[in-house]
């Protein structure tokens, strides 16, 4: 049977994201998490810095060393992170198991120091911007890289002084933790329900 663009059958004969089918971290990574609501501000905060560090490199490179971020980072406890001083900034830049751009290590801690900071919390600022569900993209072609929610939330970031998370970063986010469903229709992964905007928490005040 011929599949829709952007659709293929997996070695265990699974329909999968055609992205998802070159190396088993992408396809444990799309089977077990991408797309799957996230919630929590240690587990967002991950999802935030992590997107960041991957502007202009591939996801795999993030995938391959996210243990090694997570133990240089403190497990992203954003509280951790916002304490980190001059000298982790060195540590991190010297550490091989993590991607050294100090713009983005530099970025990932002013960025946790915003993060606690906020009055109602990540979670709940995220997921704000979370659009009402929708179908599924039946081809790859209907998959956006930006969205009217993504550009929303990326500017609102940038007001509030966060770094690196521009419209397009904001909308890996929202397809990585589930605020917006990017399986293609006829993927094996079960549709998840996201309650809208308005049950998810509502938009903080600006």
């Excluded at 587990?43 to 243990?67: C, H, N, T």
């Excluded at 960025?111 to 599924?136: K, Q």
């Excluded at 690196?164 to 293609?184: I, S």
Aim: hydrophobic share 45%.
């Amino acid at each position: 049977m011929t599949l829709p663009d952007g659709l293929v059958h997996g070695a265990d004969g699974l329909v999968r994201c055609a992205w998802s089918v070159s190396n088993s971290l992408y396809r444990d990574y799309h089977d077990a998490e991408w797309g799957r609501p996230v919630h929590g501000d240690r587990d967002l905060f991950e999802r935030l810095s992590l997107e960041a560090f991957q502007s202009g490199l591939s996801w795999l490179v993030i995938l391959r060393k996210r243990e090694a971020f997570r133990a240089a980072f403190a497990a992203f406890d954003p509280a951790a992170v916002a304490a980190f001083g001059p000298a982790d900034v060195e540590r991190l830049c010297a550490d091989a198991g993590i991607v050294r751009n100090r713009r983005k290590i530099e970025a990932t801690i002013h960025n946790a120091r915003v993060v606690i900071e906020l009055e109602a919390g990540l979670g709940e600022l995220l997921w704000s911007f979370a659009p009402a569900p929708h179908g599924r993209p039946r081809v790859l072609s209907e998959v956006l890289s930006t969205t009217p929610e993504s550009t929303a939330m990326a500017t609102d970031l940038r007001r509030r002084g966060l770094r690196f998370v521009g419209p397009t970063t904001c909308h890996a986010l929202m397809q990585a933790t589930g605020m917006v469903d990017d399986h293609l229709l006829g993927c094996h992964v079960p549709v998840t329900t996201v309650a809208p905007p308005t049950q998810a928490g509502r938009r903080p005040a600006r």
